[in-house]
């Protein structure tokens, strides 16, 4: 059931993907405008560069997941494969792994903004492409939950960041420190129980959400 | 052969201040054809997408197949497939695709799609993404979707809406071969005439009520008197 979940998610995500061209375009912006803000300062850019990136994100990760429920509820679709039946917690899993993915290439696609724009560049590759993994799976899981709540209301543009953003706060402040010890260095060894706490926000964030579900969707 | 049946008793649902259903009860037996006849806001969509478990009622209980709508929901969900106002469909995925996802869901596998596509006439834009449909196609898809499902009841919404004179035909053929096979189906519909034809059973509602209900020849006859 999960794998017709993502694979159903993974084709709606591919048929509308000339949406993540403009997010990520909203997401480079967005970084070009912090640096605006900042001014012509260099080291200042670079030690607030992290902090940036994943506002950056953030931002723009309420466009997706708000997109994302957007085909669910133009013909109630959702309300379709829950009749078929189809378990909720699968449903939920599948949107919130291809939420996920597609969070986590807008953050690999800004990387290479933030270096140009900030001068903040790193050789641990690997170790801030598993940050920005783990930071987006503790964006996309609640963000997907938030998201299937606020589908049906009016104002949800509005709401879906009003409700999703104090709770993620954990999760974004270790994803940002995190990364910035990658990228302006870590001698104390200090970014691994960062990512440790990620990691931790993550999993009740996911275990939590999934069980959740099937009361926001269902009436 | 079919043994299940449909039961209301006292179901009333509420949308704010304003009961959609009030005191609605009947029994459906099984391998039947229920015309579920009103006027727009009388109730029939919403009793029947209280049956289909979409929503719950405020008050009263109904089963199907013996299983609790509110209770019993992923068994009665098992035995049913509803054709709603709403078609269902992903705008941005071919007819083809999805009735795929269908299938997938349901575990089942994709070779009959073709097959179920050709049986509504789509097999020619099978290919083609559900936003370039027009209504009356949209509503054939839905058709193909609730035959994918062989389900032992169906519940069907306006069945005959948007469609074009083929496409009546197309619905009678449906309910025929269905109720050939011993579904037990409910068909809301402003089509009294034809509705009427291929029922064994309906039921009229009014602001919410059951006005009248008896065998489908004598419909007409309260239609009249309406």
Redesign the interface.
């Known amino acids: ?1 999960l ?3 993502l ?2 998610e993974l ?2 995500q591919w ?2 993907r000339s949406q993540l061209m403009a997010v990520f375009v909203f997401g480079a912006t967005t970084l070009l405008l912090f640096s605006f803000g900042i001014g012509p300062n260099a080291e200042m850019l670079r030690t607030f560069s992290s902090g940036f990136l994943w506002l950056g994100l953030l931002l723009s990760s309420t466009l997706t997941l708000s997109e994302s429920f957007h ?1 669910e509820m ?4 959702l ?8 378990d909720p917690r699968a449903l939920y899993y599948g949107k919130a792994i291809a939420n996920w993915l597609q969070l986590t290439l807008l953050g690999c696609a800004l990387v290479p903004v933030m270096v140009v724009l900030y001068d903040a560049g790193t050789t641990e590759l690997l170790k801030l492409l598993a940050i920005i993994l783990l930071g987006t799976a503790g964006l996309s899981a609640p963000g997907t939950l938030y998201a299937a709540m606020t589908a049906q209301v009016r104002a949800k543009q509005t709401l879906l960041p009003l409700l999703l953003f104090p709770l993620i706060v954990p999760a974004l402040l270790a994803s940002v420190k995190a990364t910035s010890l990658t990228i302006l260095g870590d001698p104390m060894h200090q970014s691994r129980s960062w990512i440790a706490l990620l990691a931790a926000f993550d999993l009740i964030y996911w275990s939590l959400c999934g069980l959740l579900y099937g009361r926001v969707v269902e ?1 | 052969m079919n043994d299940v049946a449909i039961d209301a008793e006292r179901l009333a649902r509420r949308y704010g201040r304003r009961w959609a259903l009030r005191d609605v009860s009947f029994h459906v037996p099984p391998a039947t054809v229920m015309m579920v006849a009103g006027r727009n806001g009388a109730g029939k969509s919403t009793l029947l997408r209280v049956l289909s478990t979409a929503i719950r009622p405020d008050a009263g209980k109904a089963s199907i197949g013996g299983f609790d709508v509110v209770r019993d929901r992923e068994d009665v969900r098992k035995l049913t497939a509803m054709l709603s106002h709403q078609n269902y469909l992903y705008e941005s995925l071919t007819a083809k695709e999805n009735l795929q996802v269908a299938a997938d869901h349901l575990g089942k596998r994709r070779n009959g799609v073709g097959e179920l596509l050709a049986q509504v006439a789509l097999d020619g834009r099978a290919d083609d993404v559900v936003s370039t449909f027009s209504a009356g196609m949209r509503k054939r898809l839905s058709f193909a979707r609730v035959l994918l499902q062989e389900p032992r009841v169906v519940l069907l919404d306006e069945p005959y809406g948007a469609l074009d004179p083929p496409g009546f035909d197309l619905v009678d053929q449906v309910i025929r071969d269905l109720k050939s096979r011993g579904t037990t189906i409910l068909v809301a519909t402003h089509q009294w005439d034809r509705a009427a034809r291929l029922s064994d059973m309906a039921l009229v509602l009014e602001a919410g009520s059951v006005v009248w209900q008896g065998a489908a020849g004598e419909v007409m006859a309260h239609e009249v008197k309406a």
């Open positions: 059931m794998t017709a979940a694979r159903k084709l709606l048929r509308t085909a133009e013909n109630r679709a309300e379709g494969l829950l009749l078929l039946p189809s009436e």
